[in-house]
């Protein structure tokens, strides 16, 4: 019989008593404190599986400020309709939350046919998107968990995860405990210790750019449209709408340039954008503090580990990251979750959930997506990045040839809302 066993190094300071050591067997063992992780642990106890949830800040209080949070994220309506079925959509204090009607994306010659328009009236639907706070998401996500009765949140970190072929993993807390579970669903950031245990190799690219993000409050309306602008610099620009008045900035640039941004006063800020920024929404007062994180592309090799007897999955920034230009990071995470919760509701009576079929079943159907949408999102920013005269007129003309194609701005369109429109 082969042991396989992992020390994760994520050790507590002092080791508890083996005599106050647990031994508790659950179907799912969701590892990962996020939005992702919180969604997937909701998700299998309200198919009835007894889930346990891990994390070391699990009952931390999220508290919603009476300003908007750093962490804003625009949601599809695939989005939607994942936290619509897990009964969290209008659990949403939909005061803080902006629909999206338009969206207008600039090229860097600052000529007007160079740009590129998304409507929802144009695409047959009330709306494109939504931009909300990840606090709000998470503290309601929070909420809905406590009162799960198939579910049990564990506040620890990981110390070791154990292996057998044919026998369930154990999972080894930082509090003492054991846990024995058919299936481990990895949840765990970018960084995944859980996708390292199992070997699970990554292709991985730095941008070498750092992603600045902030709240401004407007002088003119944004008129529940989101903006882009592709800067001569190599920049990307996005104003996301907010409620009352507010926008959240996300700028894309070189890490020198994020920490030159990071340490201006309220009043330099303004000064950051230029004239077509100040057309749209007037002047824009600071209403947080900036924050910045580093950006590079990620994927992993496989979603389902170890390979010789599969008990792990992986789920949002454990399987992908990307760059923000597309706003889809979270959506493409949630779709994950979406994805697992469809199998394991539809999969025959006979199986397990630790199933090597219905765990390939994920797999493939995750492949397509993550690998399309990565593709283009990395292609896109080095279309944008391009410096040469050539290249610059090719992008700018390509806008306005896209932008009267109805066409391929359907296409387009489906593909950053996450499904199919119809009609």
Partial sequence: MRLIRYHLGMRS?????????????????VVGGGIVGKASALAMAQLGYSVVHI???????????????????ALSPSTKHLLSELNIWDGLDHTRIQPVRDMRIYGDRGQQNDQLHFSAFEAGRP??????????????????????????????????????????PMLSLSNGQTIQTK???????ANSPLRQSVGIEIDQHSYEQHAVVANFACTIAHRETAYQW???????????????????????????HANHLLQLNNKAWSNQFGAEVHDQLGELQLQSTPASFPLRRMKAHRLIGPDY???????????????????????????????????????????????????????????????????????????????????????????????????????????????????
């Fill in 230 to 256: 592709f800067l001569a610099n190599g920049d990307i620009l996005a104003m996301l709408p907010l409620p009352q008045q507010h926008v959240s900035m996300v700028r894309s640039t070189q890490n020198e």
């Fill in 127 to 168: 709306e494109l998107a939504w931009i909300a706070e990840s606090d709000l998401i998470e503290s309601t996500l929070t909420q809905a968990i406590r009162f799960s009765k198939h579910l049990q949140s564990i506040e620890a970190s990981v110390d070791e995860v154990r292996f057998e072929p044919n026998t369930s």
């Fill in 309 to 423: 007897d599969p008990k792990l999955i992986l789920v949002g920034d454990s399987a992908h990251v990307m760059h923000p230009l597309a706003g889809q990071g979270l959506n493409l995470g949630l779709r994950d979750v979406g994805s697992l919760l469809q199998i394991m509701r539809h999969k025959e009576s006979y199986r397990s959930v630790d199933d090597r079929v219905l765990l390939r079943r994920y797999e493939r159907e995750r492949e397509g997506d993550t690998t399309s949408l990565l593709w283009l999102t990395d292609r896109l920013k080095k279309l944008f990045s391009a410096q040469s005269p050539v290249e610059k007129g090719l992008r700018n003309w390509g806008l306005g040839v896209v932008n009267r194609s109805h066409m391929i701005k359907r296409q387009l369109i489906e593909r950053a809302l996450g499904e199919q429109l119809h009609g």
């Fill in 55 to 73: 994390a070391p800040d699990l009952h931390q209080t999220i508290a919603l400020r009476p300003s908007f949070g750093q962490r804003i994220y």
């Fill in 13 to 29: 300071q002092t080791r508890p008593n083996p005599s106050q050591q647990t031994n508790t067997q659950y179907d799912f063992a």
């Fill in 183 to 189: 299936l481990i669903i990895a949840a765990d950031g």
